[in-house]
């Protein structure tokens, strides 16, 4: 129990630093972004939202929220995101960070054995709903977050 509290710390820590390392990226940068990337993650975030209410069986038409006005209020929070997936891009393209075929395959058997599912039908379904390219993409910001802590100076308040 202890190992598994520590590890669990440790990802949280590690999750804190690269937020507040790409958050410091942001804030330092000055471009626009483009109103499609920004409307798209206001998109998102709405469905998101959505989904979130009905997993937890709540009917999100429902519940009185007006999700126009809603998804407006994410506008912000959405050019923010949107500068960092812009700021991470660069920074994977000049450094070169990819994602090989055999992490990606790694990383489908992974997620096949936590969820105690075959990992070929697994993998078909990843393929069929476009999940895998979402992965490739995500391990990749993983990386490019990482080389990012390593070369960050980070200095304590």
């Known amino acids: 129990i202890r190992k598994r509290l520590l590890a669990q710390d440790e990802r949280k820590a590690d999750r804190e630093l690269k937020g507040a390392l790409v ?13 499609a990337l920004v409307e798209s993650h206001m998109s998102a975030r709405t469905e998101n939202a959505a989904r979130g209410l009905a997993l937890q069986g709540i009917d999100p038409t429902k519940i009185g929220v007006n999700w126009r006005e809603y998804r407006e209020t994410q506008r912000e929070e959405a050019v923010q995101a949107a500068k960092a997936d812009i700021l991470l891009d660069e920074v994977a393209r000049r450094e070169g960070i990819s994602v090989l075929e055999s992490e990606v395959e790694t990383e489908v058997t992974r997620l096949a054995e936590r969820t105690k599912q075959p990992r070929d039908k697994l993998r078909a379904r990843m393929e069929k709903e476009g999940d895998l390219g979402s992965l490739r993409a995500r391990m990749r ?17």
Request: net charge negative; charged share 45%; aromatic share 4%.
């Open 141 to 157: 910001e993983e990386k490019t977050l990482d080389l990012l802590k390593a070369n960050a100076r980070i200095e304590l308040a």
């Open 23 to 35: 958050e410091e990226l942001v804030k330092r940068s000055s471009f626009e972004v483009p109103d």
